[in-house]
């Protein structure tokens, strides 16, 4: 593929970090996250990195069916699935190294063999990626980018969702949640119309069909809408802070699942 000129859906931002979880890195690195980056600070894989079936088994010690998150923030999903699916692996993906370190703690503290964490940008690392190499791939509340003139920015993009079709085996699905309208409007228009995904959910939405940005928002109620399919809560994504946050201010969640054609 034609990497070009990379577009990251993230700001990079440097945190110190707390005691605890510097003691949670330093006690848990060696065991869950990945070398595979190109340098110290690069969120590049190594140039001849392969994201394959046989990196899988080398990093987790079997072929168990892998499941992905981009952006795996706190690593409350991931961890809680890893938890719960011992006969499954967990590639937790994630750039901010609080979060990062979070993960360790958390799986640790429970001492999850089936959990893995890249420090990578995402796309850069599915473009790695062999065909088949991945179950499922996850991607909850990916930041929005609610300027319009940032929407490219947005993780859920045409060149990704190329790269993931090619990631997953057939049949596998990518999983998305958003509570922002303006999002959930943006995925649809991203997936919707792909010969390679279908679109399984049976849940019917009203969205307005014209984008709206940060500041003029309110005016969405006022706009054409139209009728789109999106899923069911997911019932293997658990009740974050962030998704709490996101109820407790009268903000629908959107759920998606598209299966691989």
């Known amino acids: 593929m034609n990497r070009g000129r990379k577009v990251q859906s993230f700001v990079r931002r440097s945190a110190r970090l707390d005691v605890r979880l510097q003691r949670a890195w330093d006690r848990f690195a060696d065991q869950y996250l990945l070398d595979i980056a190109a340098g ?26 892998l499941t992905m ?14 938890a719960a699916h011992p006969e499954r692996n967990f590639l937790a993906v994630e750039v901010y190294d609080p979060g990062v370190a979070h993960t360790m703690l958390l799986a640790g503290k429970q001492g999850l063999t089936n959990l893995r964490i890249a420090q990578i940008n995402a796309p850069e690392l599915l473009e790695t990626a062999e065909a088949g190499v991945l179950d499922e791939l996850w991607t909850f509340f990916p930041d929005p980018w609610p300027k319009m003139r940032h929407h490219k920015r947005r993780i859920v993009q045409p060149q990704l969702a190329d790269s993931v079709h090619h990631a997953l085996r057939d049949n596998g699905v990518w999983r998305i949640a958003t509570d922002i309208e303006d999002y959930a409007l943006h995925v649809h228009e991203v997936m919707d ?3 390679d995904f279908k679109n399984v959910g049976e849940v019917m939405v009203s969205l307005p069909t014209e984008h709206v940005g940060k500041g003029n928002a309110e005016e969405a109620e006022n706009l054409p809408h139209s009728d789109f399919f999106e899923s069911e809560r997911f019932d293997g994504r658990v009740l974050t802070n962030f998704e709490r946050k996101g109820l407790n201010a009268g903000r629908v ?9």
Do not use: M
Request: glycine fraction near 10%; avoid cysteine; aromatic fraction near 12%.
């Open 40 to 65: 110290e600070g690069s969120l590049s894989p190594k140039p001849d990195f392969k994201f394959n079936k046989e990196f899988v088994q080398q990093a987790f010690g079997n072929s168990a069916p």
């Open 253 to 261: 969640i959107h759920d998606f699942t598209y299966q691989r054609a």
């Open 193 to 195: 119309d792909r010969q």
């Open 69 to 82: 998150e981009i952006g795996s923030g706190q690593g409350e999903n991931i961890v809680a699935a890893a």
